[in-house]
């Protein structure tokens, strides 16, 4: 099937499930604890049911991998499968706070090539297909996006997601250039709109459903993405989690300076 298919599907189902969850906000919703002991809400569970019906109907095929849902690893057997996170930043969501987003990859033979940012409280949606385009659609207007430009190692800015984060010393990052974040989906977005420039941080708590659909916009757009020791990452394994080796994502402009550093 051609790329652009299963883009638009997608686009459809990051649609529609951006407002299954701003209807859920508005209209209220109960929290809870998922199967695997994370934070859950109402939107997470009715985005579930809408994502396990439209993906396997449109894609018998497919494998299909999320957050919410209990695994199947009938999945492994599959040369595709898709990959979605609910609502990343279930916290920030029930805190009524806007770091949070619905996230989606399409991935091959365990290399992800279509992903998926959408933040629907702020009316925008990142997609990227590997080796063709990532662009932004906001309200009805499409445009793609590009690396901040003039990015160094004196003013690169770093998020991370932990509340005792330390960079490490021969960054030189000061404070006012650091942002703890408390959404993967967030940083990715930030990272494409030029907000950000490096993402550092352990991956313990990270699954494939926090980083897949962000690999395939950032790397097209030409960060750097692996983990803190240079490898790649590899999807739609066993067991999902993304190892512990932590997470690194930076502007080429600076990647091959923060890995050194990173490495010392």
């Not at 957050?67 to 499968?81: A, G, W, Y």
């Not at 803190?228 to 989690?241: D, S």
Request: proline share 4%; net charge negative.
């Amino acid at each position: 099937m051609e790329y652009r298919q299963i883009l638009s599907h997608m686009i459809y189902v990051a649609r529609k499930a951006g407002e299954i969850i701003m209807y859920t906000k508005e209209q209220g919703f109960g929290r809870s604890l998922n199967h695997r002991g994370g934070a859950s809400t109402t939107a997470d569970e009715r985005v579930k049911a809408f994502v396990r019906e439209k993906v396997p109907q449109r894609f018998p095929g497919c494998g299909l991998l999320t957050e919410e849902s209990r695994d199947s690893l009938d999945r492994l057997d599959k040369e595709c499968v898709f990959i979605v996170d609910e609502v990343d930043g279930s916290r920030s969501f029930a805190r009524g706070e806007d770091q949070f987003s619905f996230m989606m990859a399409y991935v091959v033979n365990g290399v992800p090539t279509i992903g998926i940012v959408s933040e629907p409280q702020k009316g925008r949606m990142i997609y990227g297909v590997k080796g063709e385009l990532v662009e932004i659609k906001e309200g009805i207007e499409f445009y793609p996006l590009e690396l901040r430009e003039g990015v160094s190692l004196d003013n690169f800015v770093v998020s991370h997601h932990s509340s005792n984060f330390v960079p490490p010393g021969g960054l030189g990052v000061p404070e006012e250039r650091l942002q703890r974040v408390s959404s993967m989906g967030t940083m990715i977005t930030r990272l494409a709109m030029g907000e950000t420039d490096v993402v550092i941080g352990s991956s313990r708590g990270l699954n494939e459903w926090d980083v897949a659909a962000g690999q395939v916009i950032l790397e097209e757009m030409g960060f750097i993405v692996g983990d803190l020791n240079g490898g790649e990452f590899v999807y739609n394994k066993e067991r999902p989690n993304m190892g512990r080796e932590g997470i690194m994502i930076a502007h080429p402009a600076i990647a091959e300076d923060v890995t050194k550093v990173l490495r010392m």
